[in-house]
């Protein structure tokens, strides 16, 4: 099962990720975390969903190729979370409700890549991740 524990996540993730929660709540958002770290194994499984098993496709990525399964020294190292925002104690998955863009906008401000943004080659709303560059 993957994680959801920002303790996974790469270090320069942990205080974004604990920063983006506290102004997600400042700005009248309750964010929960889904998923920091997925293994490989996990990753292959959500990459077949809308291919070879039903549902639609959620990810482009195969494992290996997702920020979810990085490691450092074969611990979990996830350079990405995904979240959704709780409306009334129960996720909220309509992209067109107003937290979302909240979200998106705090994350960014924090320096997150937001796959939201309209920018984004494959839009993924639950989905921020260091930028690029990080090792």
Known sequence: M?????EDLH?????????????????????????TYR????QDELYAQGRTKPGPRV???RAGQSAHNF???EEPAAR?????PLVGGKPMWDAKHLHWQ???EIGEALGLTWYGNPRAKFR????????????
């Open 59 to 61: 990810t482009n990525a």
């Open 71 to 73: 490691t450092i020294k």
């Open 11 to 35: 270090p320069d993730l942990q205080p974004l990720c604990n920063a983006f929660l506290r102004q997600c709540q400042d700005a009248g958002v309750d964010a929960l975390i889904t998923c």
């Open 80 to 84: 990405a979370f995904d979240v959704v």
């Open 124 to 135: 993924e709303f639950p989905h921020f991740e260091l930028a690029k560059g990080y090792q």
């Open 39 to 42: 293994s490989g194994q996990e």
């Open 2 to 6: 993957a994680s959801r524990r920002i």
């Open 102 to 104: 909240i979200m998106g």
